[in-house]
């Protein structure tokens, strides 16, 4: 069955450009956060291994929000391109065979940095890269108007619903800074505009400072 989401009901699918931004910055300067660590530096293994986690964490939340909202409407809605959305579920596989791949990797690195187990971690990090840019670029090209379409904007808004509750609290500071951090005004204000007014008030004023001290400590050189 195909079904047309009305014009007044479309979403902001821009929205998911904006987190898909943050997903490919993160994921690109993960090798290079590994390679510069010191050998033997533990203190830089954990805050560098901390972050990676965080990120991967966060793209699992974002894509299950995918599975269990996303993906399901669309099979339901938007024939004949259902084999569009299963190369997407196929995608998705794949990208977590890799983290599968990063999880031991990371653990063994953190707990001894040495040079031959950060380039083995670099190297698993850049094929998750390429796979999830790769993933990254058809969902864009391809999903998101179909999902502007046949996906109301309430349906939409219960993927990022999921993403809040999937967070504690220490990390949805950081992740909405990560995702707003190369955002420009107008997507900031549309951002922060879907979220209730205490979890804004928090986000723009103790979690921004909270946010620019995780980023200092990460990326000092």
């Given at each position: 069955m195909t079904?047309?989401?009305r014009t007044d009901q479309r979403?902001?699918?821009?929205e998911m450009v904006v987190v898909h931004r943050a997903f490919r910055r993160e994921a690109g300067a993960a090798a290079?956060?590994?390679?510069?660590?010191?050998e033997g530096d533990t203190r830089r293994a954990k805050v560098v291994a901390d972050h990676l986690r965080l990120?991967?964490?966060?793209?699992?939340m974002h894509h299950t929000?995918?599975?269990?909202?996303?993906?399901?409407?669309l099979l339901e809605r938007a024939a004949p391109s259902t084999g569009l959305v299963e190369t997407m579920q196929a995608q998705h596989h794949a990208v977590d065979s890799h983290i599968e791949a990063v999880t031991p990797a990371l653990i063994a690195w953190e707990a001894n940095p040495t040079h031959a187990a950060g380039e083995q971690l670099a190297r698993l990090f850049e094929r998750l890269d390429a796979a999830l840019v790769?993933?990254?670029?058809l969902e864009e090209r391809e999903i998101l108007p179909l999902a502007s379409r046949h996906v109301t904007a309430a349906e939409w808004n219960r993927m990022g619903e999921h993403g809040k509750d999937s967070m504690s609290p220490s990390?949805?500071?950081i992740m909405f800074g990560l995702v707003l951090e190369d955002a420009d005004d107008a997507e900031r204000?549309?951002?922060?505009?879907?979220?209730?007014?205490p979890i804004r008030l928090l986000l723009t004023t103790v979690g921004a400072w909270q946010f620019r001290r995780y980023v200092h400590r990460l990326r000092a050189s």
């Open positions: 079904t047309t989401a979403p902001d699918v821009h290079d956060h590994i390679r510069t660590t010191p990120c991967l964490d966060g793209l699992e929000g995918e599975d269990v909202v996303l993906w399901p409407l790769e993933h990254l670029d990390q949805l500071p204000a549309r951002m922060l505009g879907n979220l209730p007014l």
